[in-house]
């Protein structure tokens, strides 16, 4: 807890940042209403910013109660949190394995590693760490179910899996998870009874149906949420598998060289060739060797299928949310952290050789990635810092251009955010959104002809974009021809953005 707190602590001094904030929070008019009946419904039957997570509304809504636009008491929620599901996951582990030094290992590895800041550091992302934390909280139930089985334990344990699911739908693979951990650490396939005639595997499997039921109607749920917000049309599926593929490598990558971590990583159409056959090669033989030790190295195993079961959601592969992101990382590390924790000192069998290697070693690895952390965390003080990082270490990265320029916009910086809107468009030329926001840049700018060009070629490239119609019709009336001004309002309104036409009517321009 106190490395933790070492470790992410500076994020208590953050800002907002323009990416999910605005939205989730900020300008979030539901959350901004308290806790009250219609809240409540609106929690659990909308699917506003493609999501269905009603405990994290209902969480997000309490802390509007308590913090209003206050942005460190989001990121200290987010940081206790995560705290919170550290211990449940040490207590898990110690409980089910009797192991303290390697359990602390890997509960230190995975709380203090740089890849955990983009769920703990962004506000929006409460979502990642309440629903590790329920998740956490169901395994731990799970092992004191597993060792003295009784119905109100089961019951717990469901309804903190539900929970967790209603956070968010990443841990939809939690009961594939409870039959690996049947096997170890829990040594379940050889302890559990069979005198009603009923083998072990077809007791355990039946005990988990209940919660395979409910992942496939939070998978459902996610699905409906995302339905018209899906990836790109781009990605086919061959495209998504090779995604897949290399998000996993990447991602172990950066688990052994966590550098050059962004908030948004730029879809990639094409990989090279070797990186393509390189990452099939490399996770086969992983595979094949965890297969291989299955029964030798039972923790290998599962560690390494914990990994790959749990990124299968957000692999890409079902083509839902980003092709890849830090916190996807979040539950699936966990695995690579048991494979460390129980793989390492497993070859060497002289225990006064594991102290004196292993324990100094372990303090130098945990101190260097907690240095790691407290500077990634540095990158999240603001969006400029923050989108100014990402730029630095990733290539044709239109988003973060398109943010940062937001946020110059913001502090009324309309030239640099011009540039990096400019930057984003060149990326991207098809990027409507830049279009227009350096349309709005222009016009604050006084520069009323490029502030058209810009509104214009958001509205050829987008033809029912209502908001450029909009921008536009302010430039006219700014400039005072009130006909072209009614137009694009009409049209905006044409389009659901009705905002400008009642008061021109009420004014007289527009009949």
């Given at each position: 807890m106190v490395?933790?707190?070492?470790?992410?602590g500076?994020?208590?001094g953050?800002?907002f940042?323009?990416?999910d904030?605005s939205l989730y929070?900020?300008?979030?008019n539901?959350?901004?209403?308290?806790?009250?009946?219609?809240?409540?419904?609106?929690?659990?039957?909308?699917?506003?910013?493609?999501?269905w997570?009603?405990?994290t509304?209902?969480?997000?809504t309490?802390?509007?109660s308590?913090?209003?636009?206050?942005p460190?008491?989001?990121?200290?929620?987010n940081?206790?949190l995560?705290i919170g599901?550290?211990?449940?996951?040490f207590?898990?582990?110690?409980?089910a394995?009797?192991?303290?030094?390697?359990s602390?290992?890997?509960?230190?590895?995975?709380?203090?590693?740089?890849?955990r800041?983009?769920?703990v550091?962004?506000?929006?992302?409460i979502k990642?760490?309440l629903?590790?934390f329920?998740?956490m909280a169901?395994?731990?139930?799970?092992?004191?179910?597993?060792?003295k089985p009784?119905?109100s334990?089961?019951?717990?344990?469901?309804?903190?899996?539900?929970?967790?699911l209603m956070?968010k739908?990443m841990?939809?693979?939690?009961?594939?998870l409870?039959?690996?951990?049947?096997?170890?650490?829990?040594?379940?396939?050889?302890?559990?009874?069979?005198n009603?005639?009923?083998?072990t595997n077809?007791?355990?499997?039946?005990?988990?149906?209940?919660?395979?039921?409910?992942?496939i109607?939070?998978a459902?749920?996610?699905?409906?949420?995302?339905?018209?917000?899906?990836m790109?049309?781009?990605?086919?599926?061959?495209l998504?598998v090779i995604?897949?593929v290399?998000?996993?490598t990447?991602?172990?990558k950066?688990?052994f060289?966590?550098?050059?971590?962004?908030?948004?990583?730029?879809f990639i159409?094409?990989?090279?060739?070797?990186q393509?056959?390189?990452s099939?090669?490399?996770?086969?033989?992983?595979t094949v060797f965890?297969?291989?030790?299955?029964?030798?190295?039972?923790?290998?195993?599962?560690g390494?299928?914990?990994?790959?079961?749990?990124?299968?959601?957000?692999s890409?592969l079902?083509p839902?949310?980003a092709?890849?992101?830090d916190?996807?990382?979040?539950?699936p590390?966990?695995g690579?952290a048991?494979m460390?924790a129980w793989g390492?000192?497993?070859?060497?069998?002289?225990k006064?050789i594991?102290?004196?290697?292993?324990?100094?070693?372990?303090i130098?690895?945990?101190?260097i990635?907690?240095?790691?952390?407290?500077?990634?965390?540095?990158?999240w003080?603001?969006?400029?810092?923050?989108?100014?990082?990402a730029l630095?270490?990733t290539?044709?990265?239109?988003?973060?251009?398109?943010?940062?320029?937001d946020a110059?916009?913001?502090?009324?910086?309309y030239?640099?955010?011009?540039?990096?809107?400019?930057?984003a468009?060149?990326?991207?030329?098809?990027?409507v959104?830049a279009?227009?926001?350096?349309?709005n840049?222009?016009?604050?700018?006084g520069?009323?002809?490029?502030?058209?060009?810009?509104?214009?070629?958001?509205?050829?490239l987008k033809p029912d974009?209502?908001?450029?119609?909009?921008?536009r019709?302010?430039?006219?009336?700014v400039?005072?021809?009130h006909?072209?001004f009614c137009?694009?309002?009409?049209?905006?309104?044409?389009?659901?953005?009705?905002?400008?036409?009642?008061?021109?009517?009420?004014?007289?321009?527009?009949?």
């Amino acid at each position: 807890m106190v490395s933790s707190l070492a470790a992410f602590g500076r994020i208590i001094g953050n800002d907002f940042i323009n990416m999910d904030d605005s939205l989730y929070i900020i300008e979030n008019n539901h959350i901004k209403s308290g806790i009250h009946p219609e809240s409540l419904k609106w929690a659990f039957t909308n699917k506003y910013a493609t999501m269905w997570m009603p405990v994290t509304w209902i969480s997000l809504t309490l802390n509007w109660s308590i913090f209003g636009a206050n942005p460190s008491g989001y990121h200290m929620v987010n940081l206790f949190l995560h705290i919170g599901a550290v211990i449940f996951l040490f207590l898990f582990l110690f409980k089910a394995t009797h192991k303290l030094w390697p359990s602390a290992f890997a509960v230190a590895f995975f709380a203090l590693h740089p890849l955990r800041v983009e769920s703990v550091a962004w506000a929006t992302e409460i979502k990642d760490v309440l629903s590790m934390f329920f998740g956490m909280a169901c395994l731990y139930v799970y092992s004191c179910y597993a060792e003295k089985p009784n119905p109100s334990r089961y019951v717990i344990c469901f309804i903190l899996f539900a929970l967790a699911l209603m956070s968010k739908s990443m841990l939809i693979s939690l009961p594939l998870l409870m039959l690996l951990l049947d096997y170890w650490p829990l040594g379940r396939y050889q302890l559990f009874s069979t005198n009603d005639g009923l083998n072990t595997n077809t007791k355990l499997l039946l005990e988990k149906v209940p919660f395979f039921i409910l992942s496939i109607l939070s998978a459902m749920l996610t699905i409906w949420a995302q339905y018209e917000n899906t990836m790109p049309h781009y990605l086919t599926f061959p495209l998504r598998v090779i995604n897949a593929v290399v998000s996993c490598t990447s991602y172990l990558k950066k688990t052994f060289l966590p550098i050059d971590l962004a908030i948004y990583y730029p879809f990639i159409s094409s990989f090279p060739l070797w990186q393509i056959l390189g990452s099939f090669l490399l996770l086969i033989v992983i595979t094949v060797f965890a297969v291989y030790y299955f029964k030798k190295m039972p923790f290998l195993s599962v560690g390494w299928f914990w990994y790959l079961g749990t990124l299968v959601p957000v692999s890409g592969l079902i083509p839902v949310g980003a092709p890849m992101a830090d916190h996807y990382t979040y539950l699936p590390s966990i695995g690579i952290a048991m494979m460390l924790a129980w793989g390492i000192p497993a070859p060497i069998k002289n225990k006064n050789i594991r102290k004196i290697i292993l324990f100094p070693t372990a303090i130098v690895v945990l101190f260097i990635i907690m240095i790691l952390t407290w500077q990634q965390c540095s990158y999240w003080k603001n969006s400029i810092s923050l989108f100014s990082h990402a730029l630095q270490v990733t290539k044709n990265n239109y988003l973060a251009f398109t943010n940062r320029g937001d946020a110059y916009h913001a502090i009324g910086n309309y030239q640099q955010a011009v540039d990096d809107y400019s930057e984003a468009v060149r990326i991207k030329p098809d990027y409507v959104g830049a279009y227009n926001n350096k349309g709005n840049a222009f016009l604050n700018l006084g520069q009323y002809q490029r502030a058209i060009e810009d509104y214009s070629q958001a509205i050829l490239l987008k033809p029912d974009y209502a908001l450029a119609y909009n921008n536009r019709g302010i430039v006219y009336f700014v400039l005072g021809d009130h006909k072209q001004f009614c137009r694009d309002i009409q049209q905006a309104c044409h389009f659901r953005e009705c905002r400008l036409l009642a008061a021109a009517k009420k004014e007289g321009y527009c009949q």
